[in-house]
């Protein structure tokens, strides 16, 4: 299992020579992902992509949970009163779940892709300032490793805490 820490630092520089120090500890350029104010250079620096940027995963979740429900609803509706008569067996519900889940995580996916991610709003005002913000993926066995390598190392960083479900994709 994975840990997303969130780390602020006051400039581009800190956060190059923070990712230098963590590449130097091991942790993959893959799991750093850094957000700047917009039109901020960040050079060489992983850039948060649109999943991080935005309430996207957080959308398709919803969408998958209340899409099924209404299909759900939906395939009972038809089941106990059918149209035109027709006879429909239990596996409409099934199907009209199946297909109202995916219907559903698509269509919120395609909403959160407009909205900004909601667990990045306590960072708004300090990316305001011209901070920039890292979202650091480690497994949990080296968190508190990582945590005094980034405390010992660049005193100007802020600890802003830590998520404990990353996504898998993302």
Not at 101 to 119: D, E, K
Not at 149 to 157: D, G, K, L, N, Y
């Amino acid at each position: 299992m994975r840990l997303r820490m969130y780390v602020t630092l006051p400039d581009t520089q800190s956060a190059k020579r923070l990712a230098d120090d963590l590449l130097l500890a091991r942790i993959e350029d893959r799991h750093m992902h850094f957000l700047a104010r917009r039109g901020t250079d960040l050079g060489p620096l992983h850039e948060a992509s649109y999943l991080h940027k935005t309430d996207a995963v957080h959308g398709a979740s919803v969408g998958l949970v209340v899409g099924g429900v209404m299909g759900v609803v939906l395939g009972l509706i038809l089941v106990y009163f059918p149209p035109g008569g027709a006879t429909l067996q239990l596996v409409t519900v099934l199907i009209t779940a199946v297909i109202g889940g995916g219907l559903g995580a698509w269509v919120a996916t395609m909403v959160g892709l407009q909205v900004p991610n909601s667990r990045l709003k306590g960072f708004e005002h300090d990316l305001d300032e011209g901070k920039v913000l890292l979202m650091l993926d480690v497994p949990s066995t080296r968190y508190e490793e990582v945590r005094s390598v980034i405390a010992r190392t660049h005193p100007e960083a802020a600890d802003r805490g830590n998520e404990p479900t990353v996504p898998a994709f993302p």
